[in-house]
């Protein structure tokens, strides 16, 4: 598969022309990703009449434009009210949030933009450069390797216990028993599960996440006249311009860090069934390993923000390369997209590039026209979203949770759902009353099912032997990086209180 250059400067032009599709699908992937239980998926399952009406082309470029926006949209309430949109915003909270509580909302705000469009163009051009070395990731990363990366994202609550080691190991456990809830991956003998026929398939996400996050954060600020505080009121009322300005200035001084956390989100992202919430988690996890600075992560700090950021929008468009290059949807949305590409006729693989090389290469000429437009269209907004932190706890509480219930119900469709989303409020409400760390939680009910999933699937084709999770040669340097990458952190801090 080899690259015509000269095909990309009038495709690019080309695909400028359907700003008229993209910038309507920018201002509804921010909508989608923003309401919880919402996704770019099961938006486009709804629209999959009007895509499949569409010319190939203009259906494509519709999709991919959702998608993008989508994930930038998914961290505008993480930030502002502590309610990730998606399980890949996740990690957005830890440190956006608390700087929304600190009257930095709409720094906060353009941070997050300008990482997320920054590190999802990088992504988009390292994957048209990569795209035949890029591909190979899903043969090389087998059920072994793969384990090992999901316990780079679970070490996170490792990194957060060092806080309180007894709280923190104790919230992360209770987040792996929970997601162990459900029908076993062998025998489908339901584990925990009450009599709930609800739990058959496992704990769903959604409620999760809403529970955990925004229903807890909305029984606290009813305790409160405001989310944020005194001090963060004075900020808020003398902000400017200037403070989106200097969200961006802040943002661009980290360069370095968006494009190597935004590298993370590509290569994980590759992988067909890893995902953003992996991807937000590790690039989190390393980015607080190798900052001269650890301490400061979960107060608001900045790269603890530009790294899941940057990671969850890298993801965007490796994802895609697999659907394009070897026909293998690398998620839910790449695969709806090949629904729409086998409706139209077109075969995906090597034989696309060669024969129709303008639509190959358009699918990622649209995302980088998305992200471009995008920082245009979505970065003045900064400072009048801000704003919604301002709004009396009165009316900002039920609210919250009026529209996390909504988006509870919404995946699934059960009621049971909406209060599995309290029952989770209620729990990360006790949590945070006793100091335990939410996020350990949610860590381990998304990252423990996959765990033990892709460990189940080692050992029956291993028939039990414990020894071919290092009988990998990749795998053996990932377990070596693991082991540093949480050996570090302690021995920096040994090596700095020997300095004192």
Request: aromatic share 12%; charged share 10%; with cysteine.
């Amino acid at each position: 598969m080899e690259f015509d250059w000269t095909i990309f400067a009038p495709l690019f032009a080309h695909t400028l022309t359907f700003w008229w599709i993209i910038l309507p699908a920018i201002f509804l992937g921010l909508i989608v990703g923003a309401i919880p239980g919402f996704s770019a998926a099961n938006t486009i399952i709804i629209l999959l009449p009007m895509t499949l009406a569409m010319e190939v082309e203009n259906g494509l470029v519709f999709m991919v434009a959702l998608y993008c926006s989508s994930r930038m949209g998914a961290g505008i309430p993480a930030i502002l009210v502590n309610i990730p949109g998606t399980a890949g915003a996740a990690a957005t909270p830890l440190d956006g949030y608390p700087m929304t509580k600190a009257g930095k909302g709409q720094q906060a705000l353009a941070i997050s933009f300008v990482s997320s469009t920054a590190g999802g163009l990088l992504t988009t051009i390292l994957a048209l450069l990569a795209m035949p070395w890029l591909a190979q990731v899903a043969f090389y990363l087998h059920s072994v390797e793969m384990i090992v990366v999901m316990l780079f994202g679970i070490s996170l609550i490792a990194t957060i216990a060092a806080r309180n080691t007894l709280k923190g190991l104790i919230a992360g456990f209770l987040g792996l028993m929970i997601g162990s809830i459900g029908a076993d991956h062998i025998y489908a003998t339901p584990r925990g599960t009450m009599g709930f026929l609800e739990l058959y398939d496992g704990v769903p996400l959604i409620p999760a996440l809403v529970g955990l996050f925004a229903v807890s954060e909305a029984f606290l600020v009813i305790e409160g006249q405001s989310i944020i505080s005194d001090k963060g009121q004075t900020l808020m009322r003398k902000a400017r311009w200037a403070e989106t300005f200097e969200g961006v200035r802040i943002a661009l001084s980290k360069w370095w860090h968006i494009i190597w956390t935004s590298i993370i989100g590509l290569v994980i992202g590759v992988i067909p069934g890893a995902g953003a919430s992996i991807a937000s988690f590790v690039a989190y996890q390393q980015s607080r390993t190798f900052s001269k600075t650890p301490e400061l992560y979960g107060t608001g700090h900045i790269e603890g923000l530009i790294a899941p950021e940057s990671a969850n929008n890298g993801v965007t468009s490796g994802t895609l390369v697999p659907l394009l290059v070897i026909g293998i949807p690398g998620g839910a949305t790449a695969a709806i997209m090949l629904v729409v590409l086998q409706y139209h006729g077109v075969t995906v693989g090597p034989e696309l590039f060669i024969e129709n090389p303008e639509l190959a290469y358009g699918v990622f000429t649209a995302m980088a026209v998305t992200y471009l437009l995008m920082i245009f269209t979505i970065l003045p907004l900064a400072r009048y979203m801000s704003q919604v932190t301002m709004v009396s706890t009165t009316y900002m509480a039920p609210l919250i949770i009026a529209f996390t219930l909504v988006g509870s119900f919404v995946p699934r469709e059960y009621m049971f759902d909406m209060y599995l989303a309290l029952a989770f409020g209620v729990l990360g409400y006790i949590a945070r009353k006793t100091g335990y760390h939410t996020a350990a939680i949610l860590i381990g009910v998304i990252l423990g099912p996959l765990l033990e999933q892709y460990f189940l699937r080692a050992m029956k084709m291993s028939q039990g032997d414990v020894m071919t999770l290092f009988s990998s040669r990749l795998g053996n340097v990932l377990w070596v990086l693991l082991f540093l990458s949480i050996a570090l952190p302690y021995l920096l801090e040994y090596r700095r209180n020997r300095r004192r």
